[in-house]
T-cell receptor
Framework: DGGITQSPKYLFRKEGQNVTLSCEQN?????MYWYRQDPGQGLRLIYY???????QKGDIAEGYSVSREKKESFPLTVTSAQKNPTAFYLC????????????FGSGTRLTVV | KQEVTQIPAALSVPEGENLVLNCSFT??????LQWFRQDPGKGLTSLLL?????REQTSGRLNASLDKSSGRSTLYIAASQPGDSATYLC???????????FGKGITLSVRP
């Protein structure tokens, strides 16, 4: 079955560490997105990519980095520069001008310890 | 800048009630609108997608309508069940290659 796989489901980060969240899709979607979800704040866009080897900053890109070397994969690195990384992270994908909308993964919960 | 509002933030209803969840957006020039469901600690599940040229979409007990001119969409849930308890999010897309703008969601609790 086609879908988006995010791993790990839970991740713990020590102060000053970089961590990478994985997002893989087998839907043959061109565009991929990373959102951050905090209680009471809704979903905020971190980065998005509409094509391989290209990506753009979203609304809250500071302290994060991404790469898009393959169509199927869009990993997100939370760097030590991100001062408040504890949140629920969601990856999504879509086709342009499509009839199916966005598809989301099951999320990764990141906690700073 | 597009803003999406969902009011109220939470809703509690008895089982069996028909209910309407509201979504409003400030810029009527949208490409499509998508309703999602999110269970606690889980990802988002797409419920219904309405293209800008459509007025409504139906799936089972769910019906979503779109009124672009007034900047409104409603999600109608018929004969609500405890299993419908979740957070419902509305999101709009400005163009074919645009990103989604989300509302903050409505947390629905259906009491047995």
């Amino acid at each position: 079955d086609g879908g988006i796989t995010q791993s790990p489901k839970y991740l713990f980060r020590k102060e000053g560490q970089n961590v990478t969240l994985s997002c893989e899709q087998n839907l043959n979607h061109d565009a991929m997105y990373w959102y951050r979800q905090d209680p009471g704040q809704g979903l905020r866009l971190i980065y998005y990519s509409q094509i391989v080897n290209d990506f753009q900053k979203g609304d809250i890109a500071e302290g994060y980095s991404v790469s898009r070397e393959k169509k199927e994969s869009f990993p997100l690195t939370v760097t030590s520069a991100q001062k408040n990384p504890t949140a629920f992270y969601l990856c999504a994908s879509s086709l342009p001008a499509d009839l199916t909308g966005y598809t989301f993964g099951s999320g990764t919960r990141l906690t700073v310890v | 800048k597009q803003e999406v509002t969902q009011i109220p933030a939470a809703l509690s209803v008895p089982e069996g009630e028909n209910l309407v969840l509201n979504c409003s957006f400030t810029d009527s020039a949208i490409y499509n609108l998508q309703w999602f469901r999110q269970d606690p600690g889980k990802g988002l599940t797409s419920l219904l997608l309405i293209q800008s040229s459509q007025r409504e979409q139906t799936s089972g007990r769910l019906n979503a309508s779109l009124d672009k001119s007034s900047g409104r969409s409603t999600l109608y849930i018929a004969a609500s069940q405890p299993g419908d308890s979740a957070t419902y999010l509305c999101a709009v897309r400005a163009g074919a290659n645009s990103k989604l703008t989300f509302g903050k969601g409505i947390t629905l609790s259906v009491r047995p």
